[in-house]
């Protein structure tokens, strides 16, 4: 028998806020405009996510982006998304997922969900994802090992 308790609701509560945090991205189609999402048939609309948590940095070690990670794509899965997770990614298999996502969703509509947890950076005012393994030193470093 499973309990539910104050932690239990916790968790239900985190779970809901991530994902209603998390960044939707138009993917080779877009969303669904002027907030139809919620009014569409939700089994009709293709929804796919990418979830990234990276916690192994050398340097700088993380404790939660892999946790969360999970706990957002578990979410995304009893939402209907099909998800595609990565852990500890380095900058070669960030870079292939999204490539693989693009390929996948190019030419069809639905919604296209990216997730990450871990080091992030900006650099003139773009947004860096900051892969496992990236040695960044200067900013000269940023824009040849992160991941825009």
Known sequence: ?????PID????????RLVQGA????????????????????AATPRYALVIGNTAYAGAPLINPGRDAQSVAAALRDLGFTVQ?????DQARMEAAIAQVGREWQGRQGVGLLYYAGHGLQLDWQNFMVP???????????PAQAVA
């Open 85 to 89: 997770s990565l852990q500890d990614a």
């Open 1 to 5: 028998m499973q309990r539910s308790g």
């Open 132 to 142: 496992v393994g990236a040695r960044i030193e200067r900013a000269a470093d940023v």
């Open 9 to 16: 609701e916790a968790v239900a509560w985190r779970r809901r």
């Open 23 to 42: 960044m939707c991205l138009p993917w080779m189609g877009g969303l669904v405009p002027g907030g139809a999402l919620a009014q569409a048939d939700h």
